[in-house]
């Protein structure tokens, strides 16, 4: 379904038992967690509940939908999608997989890091997207427990910089929901498991602006040949735009995932922000 998402969706859909499978699952999302948990429910031969704002990429709503799942509005500028969410499974007896804050999902999404590392080999960097934080908690764990030294850096949108300002802080901390293209990064305060393991494992956070995403998605296009979509371009947008620092040579990068459609893809990419 276009994003790692998936593996931590599934990884926690298929430990539920027989009873909770056949009562259904019930989960919170901007967009991808939402396809993913869908899309387990379907191979799981059970239904699924989404809550998803009602400004989420018409695309990612499309593709929920088209898994067979029933979707359920919210303003995610005015309402708690937590609370939402809780509301909605505990009124229909639905089993709630959250899109981050969840050991089996952290240790689902952990697999894209474990899988590049099999791959690749030590490295002394890992670049990572965060929203909730669940992917770099899962790929941080996954990467120092097999190379203890290597750097786990992560990438947020400059308008959406929660995990920043929670690791700075030493507590999480929230901010307004930011407006940013990288949907799936808008949150206004990292997760309360993920960020007893970021604040752990992660070296660091660097921002990157709107205008650097949209210039990270054209390069993956043009160069690379991936489609990407912004929340999954900001590690490389970090890169390319020289955010994330002094870094060693041998350098791993996380760009997932590819969820966006022709029209906001072109809306998006079709003038360069600076030229290359």
């Not at 009873?19 to 993913?36: D, E, F, M, P, T």
């Amino acid at each position: 379904m276009g994003a790692f998402k998936f593996r931590g969706a599934y990884n926690a859909a298929s430990r539920l038992t027989p009873q909770q499978l056949a009562r259904g699952i019930a989960a919170y999302s901007s967009g991808n967690h939402a396809q993913a948990v869908a899309l387990a429910a379907r191979e799981l031969g059970t239904t699924a509940v989404i809550v998803m704002p009602e400004d989420a990429p018409r695309s990612k709503v499309d593709a929920t939908v088209g898994y067979g799942a029933e979707i359920v509005t919210y303003d995610r500028y005015t309402e708690d999608r937590v609370a939402v969410g809780e509301a909605l499974a505990a009124e229909r007896g639905l089993a709630l997989i959250p899109p981050y804050e969840h050991p089996h999902v952290m240790a689902g999404q952990g697999t894209a890091a474990l899988e590049l590392l099999e791959e690749t080999g030590e490295l002394d960097a890992l670049v990572v997207p965060v929203g909730g934080g669940g992917l770099i908690a899962g790929s941080a764990t996954a990467a120092k427990g097999l190379y203890a030294g290597i750097r786990v850096l992560g990438v947020e949108p400059e308008a959406g910089d929660d995990t920043k300002r929670s690791l700075e802080a030493g507590r999480r901390v929230s901010i307004p929901v930011p407006r940013t293209i990288a949907d799936g990064q808008a949150l206004h305060t990292p997760g309360e498991l993920t960020f007893s393991v970021n604040r752990r494992l992660v070296d660091g956070i660097a921002l990157v602006s709107d205008d650097e995403i949209r210039d990270a998605m054209r390069f993956a296009f043009e160069r690379l040949k991936i489609v990407v979509e912004p929340s999954g371009a900001t590690p490389l947008a970090a890169l390319l735009a020289g955010r994330a620092g002094a870094l060693p040579r041998r350098i791993g990068v996380i760009v997932s995932g590819g969820n966006v459609d022709a029209d906001r893809f072109a809306e998006l990419c079709g003038s360069p922000s600076r030229p290359r």
